[in-house]
């Protein structure tokens, strides 16, 4: 709304200026004057209805926002019957993966339950809850991280202080550490999933938390599937490898039986001799 208020400010100012300097102008110029003025006025009501949509397009979504939780409850109850769901579901996500080392990883075949919270109005932030299962890493039962925007639209986080075990900080692990792939790799600091719950430098571009509300959470069943999808896609390969070695064998065979088509026709031819 104040930014409405000081575009027709600036606009009335020019308007204005515009008469001052041009007091001799045309019936032409008048016209086009007037019509500046009917199209603030006009797109000032286009910024009212846009701002009047704003506000019910977010009473829709609180709305279903709570319409949703009953299932999100239910789907955890079934998720919690499939071990090592979240983790696999973490390293399936491209994205995510990039952050886990072998460490992390071996953390998170711990973790029992994700769930993510948006706070009741939505857009002053959400909250994500790690539940982990007893384990050798830290004494938290659950991490959480949150994230708000503040009244001036300031956004900002705080988390969960992890209670590590002694000599099992991953945040401070060595420098270098081994890939999925078997190679090594140097990192100028110590590097793990487990930073991003003391990284507040950035609340407003915190890309891991916004990768797992709007993108895993929705629908974590397609990242758990990967593997499955790749092992029917190396069996649809084998097929066809298969196929392709059955068509050589085929070939191969029929060459021969030309072979000895040929050999009977010269011997024939010298029979006859």
Same mark, same amino acid.
């Given at each position: 709304?104040?930014?409405?208020?000081?575009?027709?400010?600036?606009?009335?100012?020019?308007?204005?200026?515009?008469?001052?300097?041009?007091?001799?102008?045309?019936? &032409?110029?008048?016209?086009?004057?007037?019509?500046?003025?009917?199209?603030?006025?006009?797109?000032?009501?286009?910024?009212?209805?846009?701002?009047?949509?704003?506000?019910?397009?977010?009473?829709?979504?609180?709305?279903?926002?709570?319409?949703?939780?009953?299932?999100?409850?239910?789907?955890?109850?079934?998720?919690?019957?499939?071990?090592?769901?979240?983790?696999?579901?973490?390293?399936?996500?491209?994205?995510?993966?990039?952050?886990?080392?072998?460490?992390?990883?071996?953390?998170?075949?711990?973790?029992?339950?994700?769930?993510?919270?948006?706070?009741?109005?939505?857009?002053?932030?959400?909250?994500?809850?790690?539940?982990?299962?007893?384990?050798?890493?830290?004494?938290?039962?659950?991490?959480?991280?949150?994230?708000?925007?503040?009244?001036?639209?300031?956004?900002?986080?705080?988390?969960?202080?992890?209670?590590?075990?002694?000599?099992?900080?991953?945040?401070?692990?060595?420098?270098?550490?081994?890939?999925?792939?078997?190679?090594?790799?140097?990192?100028?600091?110590?590097?793990?999933?487990?930073?991003?719950?003391?990284?507040?430098?950035?609340?407003?571009?915190?890309?891991?938390?916004?990768?797992?509300?709007?993108?895993?959470?929705?629908?974590?069943?397609?990242?758990?599937?990967?593997?499955?999808?790749?092992?029917?896609?190396?069996?649809?390969?084998?097929?066809?490898?298969?196929?392709?070695?059955?068509?050589?064998?085929?070939?191969?065979?029929?060459?021969? &039986?030309?072979?000895?088509?040929?050999?009977? &026709?010269?011997?024939?031819?010298?029979?006859?001799?």
């Amino acid at each position: 709304m104040l930014l409405n208020v000081g575009r027709r400010r600036l606009v009335l100012f020019l308007v204005q200026t515009r008469r001052c300097c041009c007091a001799r102008s045309s019936h &032409g110029e008048k016209e086009q004057q007037e019509a500046i003025e009917h199209i603030d006025e006009v797109q000032n009501e286009i910024d009212r209805l846009n701002e009047q949509a704003s506000e019910e397009i977010l009473k829709v979504e609180q709305k279903y926002n709570k319409l949703r939780q009953p299932f999100f409850q239910k789907r955890s109850e079934l998720i919690a019957k499939i071990p090592n769901f979240w983790v696999t579901t973490f390293v399936n996500h491209p994205q995510v993966s990039a952050l886990l080392g072998e460490e992390d990883e071996e953390a998170l075949h711990y973790l029992s339950r994700v769930e993510v919270t948006e706070f009741e109005d939505i857009k002053s932030g959400y909250r994500i809850d790690f539940y982990f299962d007893e384990n050798p890493y830290f004494e938290n039962k659950v991490l959480s991280k949150e994230f708000h925007l503040n009244e001036s639209g300031d956004p900002s986080s705080k988390s969960t202080e992890i209670k590590w075990k002694s000599g099992k900080d991953l945040t401070k692990r060595s420098s270098q550490t081994q890939n999925k792939a078997g190679r090594k790799r140097q990192h100028e600091e110590p590097e793990s999933f487990f930073t991003w719950f003391t990284d507040h430098a950035d609340a407003g571009a915190d890309e891991l938390g916004e990768v797992i509300k709007d993108d895993i959470w929705p629908n974590p069943l397609q990242y758990y599937l990967v593997p499955d999808m790749d092992e029917e896609e190396g069996e649809g390969e084998e097929d066809e490898e298969d196929e392709e070695g059955l068509e050589d064998i085929d070939e191969e065979g029929d060459e021969d &039986g030309e072979d000895d088509e040929e050999d009977d &026709g010269e011997d024939g031819e010298v029979s006859q001799f």
